[in-house]
Nanobody, 124 residues
Framework: QAQLVESGGGLVQAGGSLRLSCVYSGGAFGFAGMGWFRQAPGKERELVAAISGIGASKRYADSVDTRFTISRDNGKNTVYLQMNSLKPEDTAVYYC?????????????????WGQGTQVTVSS
């Protein structure tokens, strides 16, 4: 019933920008913290950005801070990840997920619903 659907991935040149969208339905997502994760081949899945239930608090991975911005519009049931100044090392499958709490959640194990992911490829 509850599901997340990511979109907006694609191929972009280094230095370019993409905006990922995550549309959620079938659950109380507006009260839950949300996060964006990414996983590259041979690498661990890592948190990119997290946001609290109403968007008042945000956290970013050190590797993306100042380049990425997480936001949400609960009226549109959507969480966004604006990615600027993209680098080849940003290449990965990006996943949207719902946390078990209303706060900012940084632990991967505290997320209970995941989307299927969207591929982001950054060329040199």
């Amino acid at each position: 019933q509850a599901q997340l659907v990511e979109s907006g991935g694609g191929l972009v040149q280094a230095g370019g920008s993409l905006r990922l969208s995550c549309v959620y339905s079938g659950g109380a997502f507006g009260f839950a913290g949300m996060g964006w994760f990414r996983q590259a081949p041979g690498k661990e899945r890592e948190l990119v950005a997290a946001i609290s239930g109403i968007g008042a608090s945000k956290r970013y991975a050190d590797s993306v801070d100042t380049r990425f911005t997480i936001s949400r519009d609960n009226g549109k049931n959507t969480v966004y990840l604006q990615m600027n100044s993209l680098k080849p090392e940003d290449t990965a499958v990006y996943y949207c997920a719902r946390a078990r709490a209303v706060t900012v959640v940084t632990s991967r194990d505290a997320y209970d619903i995941w989307g299927q992911g969207t591929q982001v490829t950054v060329s040199s």
